[in-house]
C-alpha cells in the first residue's frame, strides 16, 4: 500500500521522558535481534525480559505456555485492568543485513519486528512503573511466544493470562512496513483475516500415459478442483465479504509418459467476516468430493483453523485513533485503510475481551528500511519505538474515560 504522506518525525507530540527512553529502546531491541528464537524457544529472550523487569522492579511471572512472560504494574488508584500484548518469536529466515546488530543465530532470524514488539512493551512497562500516580486500575503486559506458528496466544489464554485480575480490554501493536514511519493504521471492525489450512491427497489410478483408458488421472482430476475451488470466492460468497482460496502446493507424477496415481495439494483460506467460520472447510469438501466422484477417484482432505479475524472493538479503536491522532499529530497521518489478508493470533485475545490490534508504520525508505516482513533484509526505522511506547502510554491513561471512572 502506498499512503502519499511524509513524516515529519520532529513534530510528534513524544514527551521528553520517552525521548530519553529511545537509546535504551534501541539496546534492548537490538540484544533482542541479536538473538532470535523461535515459538515456544524464547529462552533468552524471556530470561532478557524477565532481568529488565526484576531491574525495574515490576511484578511478573515467567514460564507461561513454556515461555511467556507477564507484567503486573498497578497505578495507586483502583480501576480498570487493560492488558498490553506483545509477541516476541522469530523466523527461520537467514539474515541478509549487514548490520552490527545482525543474527547471531544461523537461519534464525526477527524479520517480522517482534523484537521491536517486546521493546517497546519493555519501554511501556518501565515508563508505567515510573508514573504509577499517573493511571488508574491495572496494566498487565503479555509477552507471548510463537505467533509465527503454531500460535502462543491460545495457550496463554487457556493458562489464565486473562484473569486474575480480570483483564477489561486488551491493545497490541504491530510495526508495519507497509505504512511509512509517522503513520498509524487503525480501524474499528475486522483487521486481519481468518487463517485456516488444507491439505488434499486425491487418489486416482496410476497407469501408462498411452492408456488413459485403463487409469483415473489424479493430476486431471486435481486440475479439475484446483479450477473449481475459485468459483467460492467468485460465485458462493458475497462479494461485499472479502475472501481468498489459494492453492500454494500442487504435486503430482513423476515420469512424462506415467498417468499419476495420487497428487497433492495444500492451501490456505483467508477471510474477514467470523460468520463464514464454518463455511468454507465445507464447500471445499462439497467441490473435491463431487469432482472426484465424476471420475471414480477418492479423495483425503485435512481442514483446520489456524487464528480467527482479528476484530477491533469500535470503542477501543476510537481510543486508538483519538491517541494516535495525539501523536502523529495530523489525521493525514492515520490511516484506516489498512486492511490485510494475513493472520495474526491476537485474534484469540479479542475474541475473549475487547480490544484494539493497529499497526505502526515502520518503514523509512529514504534509509532502505522498506523492506517487506518476512524478507531476508527486513529491518525498521527504530524510532517508531519511543512512538510505539507514547501510544501505549497515552492509551492506559486515557483508557479509564472509555471503560470506567476511577
Ligand atoms: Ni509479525
Partial sequence: MIVDYKPQIEEQEIRQEIKDLQKQLVEMRRRLHQRPELGFQERITADLIAEKLREWGIEHETGIAKTGVVAIIKSSKSGPVLAIRADMDALPIQEKNDVPYRSQHDGIMHACGHDGHTAIALGTAYYLSQHRQDFCGTVKIIFQPAEEGPGGAKPMIEAGVLQNPDVDAIIGLHLWNNLPLGTVGVRPGALMAAVECFDCTILGRGGHGAMPEQTIDSIVVGAQIINAVQTIVARNVN????????????????????????????????????????????????????????????????????????????????????????????????????????????????????????????????????????????????????????????????????????
Fill in 239 to 406: 462479494p461485499l465479504d472479502s475472501a481468498v482460496v489459494t492453492i500454494g502446493k500442487f504435486n503430482a507424477g513423476n515420469g512424462l509418459n506415467v498417468i499419476a496415481d495420487t497428487a497433492k495439494m495444500s492451501g490456505t483460506v483467508r477471510y474477514f467476516n467470523p460468520a463464514l467460520k464454518d463455511y468454507f472447510g465445507k464447500r471445499l469438501e462439497e467441490i473435491i468430493a463431487g469432482i472426484c466422484q465424476s471420475h471414480g477417484a477418492k479423495y483425503e482432505l485435512n481442514y483446520w483453523r489456524l487464528y480467527p479475524p482479528v476484530i477491533n472493538d469500535a470503542a477501543m479503536a476510537e481510543l486508538v485513533r483519538s491517541v494516535a491522532t495525539e501523536v502523529v499529530e495530523t489525521p493525514a497521518g492515520v490511516v484506516p485503510e489498512c486492511q490485510t489478508m494475513g493472520g495474526e493470533d491476537m485474534s484469540f485475545f479479542l475474541e475473549k475481551v475487547p480490544g484494539c490490534y493497529f499497526f505502526l508504520g515502520s518503514a523509512n525508505g529514504a534509509k532502505g528500511l522498506n523492506y517487506p516482513h518476512h524478507h531476508p533484509r527486513f529491518d525498521f526505522d527504530e524510532t517508531a519505538l519511543g512512538m510505539g511506547v507514547e501510544i501505549f502510554v497515552r492509551c492506559v491513561e486515557k483508557i479509564n474515560g472509555e471503560i470506567d471512572h476511577c
